[in-house]
């Protein structure tokens, strides 16, 4: 079959692989939209220890059931399908209280075995879900990442109704965020950004307000956006030194600021600042099974769409798309891919 291989830092390769073949417990899965990860980027990078190449990378992704292992019932041929794709162990203490995200020996598919940048990919059974058959390909296989966005924003909001809420990044987690508050009964949502045209993009589809922090005064600008009521909710979605400084410098005292983004380790905080404050400094990593099908729901209903923030291209221009990426030369909020660039 023909795969974007990942070989080197910074380098993919479009070649023909085997195909794979399902075990007892797994299924084939013929993939139609792949979207590209922001953490693939530091993987393709050759910043992340735990994809090692030559690797297949691909967690983002719907396709239809090609064939199933013997162990395998009630999924059906030629079924349309998303994948979950946080495999756990069941039996730890994280797994034991329901923090299937927090497995000590968490695997992801595209991680740490063969993920979907490739004609197929196998999966266990266990981590396939279903999806409408008039569903989009290229929507369903934003669950993953809304999965992660929603959980994220839900946790954020959950001490604040109505709130204003500032999101730092307008990348695909960035975006999906500011829907999730949307849909969460956010009053004002503002998305910062370094890059123009992506706040554009989000304008668009996603912010009240938009603005490019390095062009004015950020407490400024939200204290004209936002009066009295101020900031009781800040998710950064970019993770940097920063967005991590700034989110804590106009959040109201007692609101929270959400950490999802992943852009650095190291990070310089004022905590007595956090702490005279009382504002509550959250991490999200993943999902829970069950944000997992609510994401799926929202797609399926059409709460949740692609239109106007992806584009779609062709996995033979994989290593094309990635250097795009990590160049800045691409305007939409996420990439997705499909064998020959179209819609399946």
């Not at 692989?17 to 299924?27: F, G, W």
């Not at 910043?47 to 019932?73: K, T, W, Y």
């Not at 399926?300 to 769409?305: N, S, Y």
Request: aromatic share 4%; glycine share 10%.
């Amino acid at each position: 079959m023909q795969a974007l291989v990942w070989t080197a830092a910074e380098t993919m390769e479009y070649n023909v692989i085997d195909k794979p073949v399902p075990l007892h417990h797994e299924v084939l899965i013929h993939v139609e939209a792949v979207g590209i990860c922001g953490s693939e980027i530091e993987g393709y990078l050759g910043h992340n220890s735990l994809r090692v190449p030559p690797l297949v990378m691909g967690h983002e992704f719907c396709g239809r059931i090609e064939a199933a292992g013997q162990d395998v019932s009630g999924l059906l041929k030629g079924q349309k399908v998303v994948v979950n794709p946080l495999l756990h162990c069941g039996v730890c203490g994280s797994c034991r209280k329901g923090h299937t995200q927090l497995c000590i020996a968490r695997q992801i598919i595209g991680i740490h075995r063969q993920g979907a940048f490739g004609e197929w990919v196998v999966v266990p059974a266990s981590s396939v879900v279903p999806v409408a058959e008039e569903t989009d390909p290229v929507r369903a296989s934003l669950a993953e990442p809304l999965a992660c966005s929603l959980r994220a924003t839900r946790r954020a909001m959950q001490r604040h109704a109505f709130a204003n809420v500032v999101i730092f990044g307008a990348g695909g987690i960035g975006i999906l965020c500011a829907k999730s508050a949307r849909l969460l009964g956010a009053e004002r949502i503002i998305v910062l950004d370094t890059h123009d045209e992506r706040l554009q993009m989000a304008a668009g589809v996603a912010a009240d307000y938009t603005f490019n922090p390095l062009q004015c005064d950020i407490k400024a600008e939200i204290a004209a956006i936002t009066g009295d009521k101020g900031v009781d909710v800040v998710i950064d979605a970019a993770g940097f030194q920063p967005t991590r400084t700034a989110a804590i410098a106009i959040v109201n005292p007692g609101g929270t600021v959400m950490n999802i983004g992943l852009g650095i380790d190291d990070t310089v905080i004022p905590v007595n600042v956090q702490i005279r404050s009382e504002i509550e400094l959250l991490g999200s990593f993943c999902y829970t099974q069950q944000d997992f099908l609510d994401a799926v729901g929202l797609l399926e209903g059409g709460r949740v769409t692609e239109e106007g923030w992806t584009e779609v291209r062709p996995l033979s221009a994989g290593n094309e798309a990635f250097q795009d990426l990590i160049n800045g030369r691409v305007k939409s909020g996420k990439i997705c891919l499909t064998l020959d660039g179209e819609r399946a």
